[in-house]
């Protein structure tokens, strides 16, 4: 049983939850820690309810707790902006870490938990669990069976809408220093999953950005032009201001012999999927029901993790593939 710690009980850190219930045969939580005891004490008593026979310690210091627990790994799910230096702390006591999207608000951040994981032999994995959606990896089997043949195009559309309350709730949203805008905060699940699509690194990026509705400091709509070095091309349309609710989350991948779309409410459903040759597989509906905009997939990201560290093997997540997306935004924020 690897014994699992989580470092911040906001909003995401639900799914944490739940993810480490649905792998209670492999993984168990031993402590969770945030600044406002309460909202730790919260998410302690959600697990503890469902694993009647655990007991789950609460910090308010997630050094002490690094010191004083017998920890394997430690999910990180913090503002934005100190996800490096938790994950660096983390790393620096010897434990795998799990870090929410993005990894870090920088490059040279990113490149130092990469490198540092690598020094202390732990894994670092990235929480893109859109990945792991039975129509993303449908997608991703086809991609590198080459049946799209020739790729020209790719779109992730994010159009979907954050209140002025939204952002109240926590001031950190929105902020340079501790979030960005829409394309960081809302856009990255679907900016992963196109990159790691198109096949190929990055050759050039163009973008446009504006602040049109909500009162913070970052974009609330954002556009990206991603040109790949293998010709191929990417689209990114994210907002946060779509009238009167969030209206799609839309992955599209156009090539010489395949079209496919996949939309939902957290890229979860099979819209369109044409291919000039015919697999079995084709006629398998892989679309599921979800119930918000984070989906399902936190359940196998953490499972992949766990099997990683057991096989010493990467995370199909690892550092170097959750560093892509964010570096595409960074360079949209450049611009």
């Not at 086809?142 to 709730?169: C, H, S, V």
């Not at 909500?214 to 946060?240: H, P, Q």
């Not at 995370?315 to 960074?330: D, H, N, R, Y």
């Amino acid at each position: 049983m690897l014994k699992f710690a989580i470092i911040g009980c906001g909003r995401i850190s639900h799914k944490h939850i739940e993810a480490l219930i649905n792998n209670n045969k492999e993984a168990v939580l031993v402590s969770v820690c945030d600044i406002i005891e309460d909202k730790a004490i919260e998410l302690k008593k959600q697990y503890e309810d469902v694993l009647k026979e655990s007991d789950v310690r609460v910090y308010t210091d997630y050094i002490k707790m690094l010191e004083n627990e017998e920890i394997d790994v430690v999910a990180i799910s913090t503002e934005s902006g100190y996800h490096a230096k938790h994950a660096m702390d983390c790393l620096n006591k010897d434990k795998h870490v799990l870090i929410e999207k993005p990894m870090a608000l920088s490059v040279e951040d990113a490149d130092r938990i990469i490198a540092l994981g690598k020094e202390k032999n732990k894994k670092v994995c990235i929480s893109h669990q859109n990945r792991f959606n039975p129509p993303i990896q449908k997608l991703r089997r086809a991609m590198e069976e080459g049946r799209f043949g020739k790729i020209i195009n790719g779109t992730a559309r994010i159009l979907w809408t954050r209140d002025d309350n939204y952002y109240k709730q926590a001031p950190w949203r929105g902020t340079k220093a501790l979030d960005g805008g829409t394309l960081m905060n809302q856009c990255i699940h679907n900016i992963d999953l196109l990159q790691w699509m198109m096949g190929s690194e990055v050759e050039r990026i163009h973008a446009e950005r504006d602040t049109y509705l909500r009162n913070i400091e970052m974009e609330d709509f954002g556009a990206i032009l991603i040109r790949f070095k293998n010709g191929s091309i990417g689209m990114v349309e994210g907002s946060a201001c779509v009238y009167p609710k969030n209206l799609e989350e839309t992955l599209s991948i156009f090539g010489e012999k395949g079209t496919v779309v996949i939309g939902g409410l957290a890229v979860n459903e099979i819209k369109t999927w044409q291919f000039e040759d015919e697999r079995d597989y084709d006629k398998e509906d892989e679309s599921s029901e979800v119930d918000s905009v984070y989906g399902k997939g936190h359940t196998p990201l953490y499972k992949d993790l766990i099997d990683s560290i057991n096989n010493n093997r990467e995370p199909l997540v690892s550092g170097e593939e959750g560093k892509k997306a964010m570096q595409i935004i960074l360079k949209a924020y450049e611009q």
